[in-house]
């Protein structure tokens, strides 16, 4: 079988439709995880024993078990404890939420990066709490840590996919379902790969070149 | 209530749990037979990447992007469906253990690769000083201290390969996340069946994702970076 650039072409508006929400689902899982990862991370240093135990333990939880099966989870409990949300906003939670346990864990070694003496010529200087943190640690954890979450945003984009199996109908779907319609599987899901290689092999070398700028110099 | 719920929760194991361990079963099996299989491909592509001819290195590099460019499922589903149109025909297992195994050495090699590359430059001048051929520089001096470096971040592979292989019950491979929705399908408790489905995954992976933690402090150095899928 030869590959119908025809018909390729003829199935890419539909494809890129999809396309506009596999952005959109990345583009919300990104916020959430930015988010709740800080909260992981706060929770993680906080004075409180349970408090850190609690966060370390979902940090655990969520990295050693698969996003697929946490998707499923959250797709099928919610409503049962009452939780009715558009498929989207379930497959939007799932990312973030998965993301946010190793987004936590960046900011992290963002900040355990920051030397010592940083902290102590803070002190020295009398810096108040909240000054230490915006002016000196802040700002030096974040470089660091923005390429680190420029891949998890790309690996975030390669995950969405999976959330065609809680019937969100993004670019995976629209190809599936196309495919399913017309049973031709070469255009449909060769054109997926080209999307996806098209837009995250730029991006991959987008957050290599910030990298060199902002940690190389 | 919550007596009447731990009740029926001891009521249910029994019946969930045989169905669900079967299934963890099959995980193992495509984990480990695709685990093998990229790891040797890991060595490859990541040495060959290291060519000295510029052509090589173009390929194996373009092999790396592609499979790490796009999406897993998307592989997986290509090897299952549009395969046999260009007269491929694989059955379940043999699609899930081609998509993963490609999938996950795209990643492994750019874990040999970096090992290779962080060796210091004069163990490699040492071994030309003592007029060592190639080969044995390669394997009597380079790679038997580069592996050690690559131990943990292996390890942190091998964690997200398993995790990924619950994909290939999307093309009705039995794996555990296939009996977890077909128990779903059977009779309806999405919250147990689904707390169970993660709990053998966590138990699999939280012992492995340990075992790396304790490789890293012993041989390792900050990967930055590295855990991006």
């Known amino acids: 079988v030869s590959f119908d650039w025809g018909f390729a072409l003829e199935i890419t508006g539909t494809l890129l439709?999809?396309?506009?929400?596999?952005?959109?689902?990345?583009?919300?899982?990104?916020?959430?995880?930015?988010?709740?990862?800080?909260?992981?991370?706060?929770?993680?240093?906080?004075?409180?024993?349970?408090?850190?135990l609690l966060a370390s333990a979902y940090v655990e939880v969520v990295?050693?078990?698969?996003?697929?099966?946490?998707l499923y989870f959250l797709f099928y409990v919610l409503p049962l404890a009452g939780v009715?949300?558009?498929?989207?906003?379930?497959?939007?939670?799932?990312?973030?939420?998965?993301?946010?346990?190793?987004?936590?864990?960046?900011?992290?070694?963002?900040?355990?990066?920051?030397?010592r003496g940083q902290w102590e010529a803070a002190l020295a200087l009398n810096l108040s709490a909240r000054r230490t943190w915006s002016r000196i640690i802040v700002p030096q954890a974040v470089r660091p840590i923005v390429p680190v979450l420029g891949n998890y945003l790309i690996g975030m984009f390669k995950e969405t996919p999976l959330l065609s199996t809680i019937t969100i109908i993004e670019l995976?779907?629209?190809?599936?379902?196309?495919?399913?319609?017309?049973?031709?599987?070469?255009?449909?899901?060769?054109?997926?790969?080209?999307?996806?290689?098209?837009?995250s092999v730029p991006s991959a070398i987008l957050i290599r070149r910030l990298d060199v700028r902002l940690n190389r110099d | 209530m919550s007596g009447d719920w731990i009740a029926r929760q001891a009521e249910l194991l029994p019946e969930l749990l045989p169905p669900l361990l079967r299934g963890?079963?099959?995980?193992?099996?495509?984990?480990?037979?695709?685990?093998a299989i990229a790891l040797v491909l890991s060595f490859v592509v990541g040495i060959g990447r290291l060519a000295r001819s510029p052509g090589i290195r173009g390929v194996f590099r373009a092999y790396v992007e592609v499979f790490r460019g796009t999406s897993a499922l998307v592989q997986l589903f290509y090897c299952y469906f549009v395969l046999p149109f260009l007269g491929i025909h694989l059955s379940p297992f043999m699609a899930a253990v081609i998509a993963l195994s490609?999938?996950?050495?795209?990643?492994?090699?750019?874990?040999?690769?970096?090992?290779?590359?962080?060796?210091?430059?004069?163990?490699?001048?040492?071994?030309?000083?003592?007029?060592?051929?190639?080969?044995r520089t390669m394997t009597a001096i380079i790679l038997p201290q580069a592996v050690l470096r690559m131990l943990p971040p292996f390890g942190n592979l091998l964690v997200e390969h398993l995790k990924t292989t619950s994909l290939v019950?999307?093309?009705?491979?039995?794996?555990?996340?296939?009996?977890?929705?077909?128990?779903?399908?059977?009779?309806?408790?999405?919250?147990?069946v689904y707390a169970l489905v993660l709990l053998l995954y966590f138990c699999v992976c939280f012992p492995l994702s340990r075992l790396t933690k304790r490789l890293e402090r012993r041989f390792g150095r900050d990967e930055r970076g590295a855990g991006a899928r």
């Not at chain 2, 963890?24 to 685990?35: D, H, P």
């Open chain 1, 17 to 52: 439709r999809g396309a506009r929400l596999t952005l959109l689902a990345t583009v919300g899982g990104m916020l959430l995880a930015l988010l709740v990862g800080l909260l992981l991370a706060v929770a993680r240093m906080s004075p409180l024993r349970p408090v850190r």
């Open chain 1, 63 to 70: 990295r050693n078990t698969p996003f697929l099966i946490q």
């Open chain 1, 84 to 115: 009715r949300a558009p498929a989207l906003a379930t497959g939007v939670i799932a990312l973030g939420l998965n993301y946010s346990a190793y987004t936590a864990e960046v900011y992290r070694s963002g900040i355990a990066a920051v030397p």
């Open chain 1, 172 to 199: 995976f779907a629209s190809a599936q379902s196309i495919a399913g319609t017309t049973y031709r599987y070469y255009e449909p899901y060769t054109m997926v790969g080209i999307v996806f290689l098209v837009l």
């Open chain 2, 24 to 35: 963890l079963l099959v995980t193992l099996e495509v984990t480990a037979v695709s685990g």
């Open chain 2, 102 to 135: 490609v999938n996950s050495s795209a990643y492994g090699s750019e874990i040999v690769r970096s090992a290779i590359s962080s060796i210091d430059r004069g163990q490699l001048e040492a071994a030309v000083a003592l007029n060592l051929s190639e080969r």
């Open chain 2, 169 to 192: 019950s999307l093309i009705t491979v039995t794996d555990l996340a296939f009996a977890g929705q077909s128990l779903l399908q059977q009779n309806g408790e999405a919250t147990q």
